[in-house]
């Protein structure tokens, strides 16, 4: 029972794509919404780390 609950749970994958890409790859793919969004996740991350440090 629990198992076909779990396994029911998630119904899609997100894989984030770009059409306009026009078959690039990622490593190659330089445009300033991939800058950001790294940047952002850098400063989460960063931000996760000064606050677990503040409560210890």
Request: overall charge positive; proline content about 2%.
């Amino acid at each position: 029972m629990f198992r076909s609950r779990v396994f029911r749970t998630y119904d899609f994958i997100y894989l984030p794509i770009d059409f306009k890409a026009n078959g690039k790859k990622w490593e190659k793919f330089n445009s300033e919404k991939w800058h950001l969004l790294h940047m952002l996740e850098f400063k989460e991350k960063l931000l996760l780390l000064l606050i677990s440090k503040t409560r210890a």
